[in-house]
């Protein structure tokens, strides 16, 4: 069966830190691949996707980047975070289009 | 633009009483719609999809969500709620092959006991 690996579970970094959070999906091939972050009370706010290696597509101008340097491995980074970073970061893959989304358990990144 | 709208931004309902959350969508043809469940803290949990046939859908834990297009909504639906159904509820709907769903604010349920 498939999983999601996102980690870590919860992040505190300073203004001006950098930042790396991981997902990997065990389980399945070439897997669309979804960061998305949700702010207290306001849903969830698509980030990136990407439908194979080195493919990322921008959602929100933002200070935050992506990438996926392996099939099954996804990664959000920042080279200087802002306090508007802060959020619960979810991490989802699908089969392939329309297709459910399924989640990791996400990050809680608090900035100080 | 498409949207998703959940009315109800808090729900609470007691331990065994039926329930109803709504969803309304704005799209021109028949979406793919989905409700997800969220526990504090958590990730989004499937809790069950609709993509054609049978506009009566089952899902895990006992819920169920009928699609009616005239009324362009998805309401989600359980007989009798459990306290562990205390959660955060999403609706989310994939329209025009575009590999993003468009998300509902979700509701919140509380179960008093």
């Known amino acids: 069966s498939q999983t999601i690996h996102q980690w870590p579970a919860t992040l505190v970094q300073p203004v001006g830190s950098p930042l790396s959070l991981e997902c990997t999906v065990e389980?399945?091939?070439?897997?669309?691949l979804y960061w998305y972050r949700q702010a207290a009370g306001r849903g969830l706010q698509l980030l990136f996707y990407?439908?194979?290696?080195?493919?990322i597509s921008s959602e929100v101008p933002q200070n935050l980047s992506a990438s996926r340097p392996q099939d099954r491995q996804f990664i959000l980074s920042s080279k200087k975070l802002l306090l508007s970073d802060s959020g619960f970061y979810l991490c989802?893959?699908?089969?392939?289009?329309?297709?459910?989304?399924?989640f990791g358990d996400g990050t809680r990144l608090s900035i100080l | 633009a498409q949207s998703v709208t959940q009315p109800d931004i808090h729900i609470t309902v007691s331990e065994g009483a039926s329930l109803e959350l709504r969803c309304n969508y704005s799209?021109?043809?028949?979406?793919?719609l989905f409700w997800y469940v969220q526990s504090p803290g958590q990730g989004l949990q499937l809790l069950l999809k609709?993509?054609?046939?049978d506009t009566l859908v089952q899902g895990i834990k006992g819920f169920e969500a009928e699609f009616k297009r005239s009324q362009s909504s998805f309401n989600l639906r359980k007989p009798s709620v459990h306290w562990s159904d205390a959660a955060e509820y999403f609706c989310?709907?994939?329209?025009?092959?575009?590999?993003?769903?468009?998300w509902g604010l979700g509701t919140s349920l509380a179960v008093n006991p």
């Open positions: 989802a893959w699908s089969v392939r289009d329309r297709q459910p989304q399924h």
């Open positions: 389980g399945t091939s070439n897997p669309n």
């Open positions: 990407s439908v194979g290696i080195g493919q």
């Open positions: 799209y021109g043809a028949t979406p793919y």
């Open positions: 609709y993509f054609s046939g």
């Open positions: 989310a709907v994939e329209a025009g092959n575009n590999r993003k769903l468009i």
